[in-house]
Nanobody
Framework: VQLQASGGGLVQAGGSLTISCEFS????????MGWFRRNPGMEREFVAG????????YYGDSVKGRFTISRDNAKNTVYLQMNNLKPGDTAVYYC???????????????????WGKGTQVTVSS
C-alpha cells in the first residue's frame, strides 16, 4: 500500500483548504483512512478518521466542527476539507491507512499499518 498526500499550501487565518491522499497498492474500500498532523518537536496529533465500510467519521477535539474527512472509493482518495483555519493548524499533515478499522480506532497512531509522506499546511495570521 502506498499513500500520497497532496494539496497543502499557505492560507490566511479564517480561510479554507482541502488536502487529499491517493491510495494505491490495495483494495481501498477495505481500508479505514485517517489524517494526523505534527509540528517539529511536537507529538503527532490525530485529526480525523473515516471507517472502511459505512463512512462513519471521528475527529480530534481541536478540529471538530471545522474539518471534514471524506472518501471517494471510485477515486481511491480520501480528503480533508479544512475550514476556518487557525495559525495553530499549521503542521505537516499525514494520511494513514489500516485494514478494517472503525473511524475511532483510526485515532490510535500505533495501530496504523501504512503512512504517507506529509503535506505542509501553513496558516498565516
Amino acid at each position: 500500500v502506498q499513500l500520497q498526500a497532496s494539496g497543502g499550501g499557505l492560507v490566511q487565518a479564517g480561510g479554507s483548504l482541502t488536502i487529499s491522499c491517493e491510495f494505491s497498492g490495495g483494495t481501498f474500500s477495505r481500508y479505514a483512512m485517517g489524517w494526523f498532523r505534527r509540528n517539529p518537536g511536537m507529538e503527532r496529533e490525530f485529526v480525523a478518521g473515516v471507517s472502511w465500510n459505512d463512512g462513519s467519521t471521528y475527529y480530534g477535539d481541536s478540529v471538530k466542527g471545522r474539518f471534514t474527512i471524506s472518501r471517494d472509493n471510485a477515486k481511491n482518495t480520501v480528503y480533508l476539507q479544512m475550514n476556518n483555519l487557525k495559525p495553530g493548524d499549521t503542521a505537516v499533515y499525514y494520511c494513514a491507512a489500516d485494514l478494517g478499522r472503525t473511524a475511532q480506532q483510526m485515532s490510535v497512531s500505533s495501530l496504523m499499518g501504512y503512512w504517507g509522506k506529509g503535506t505542509q499546511v501553513t496558516v498565516s495570521s
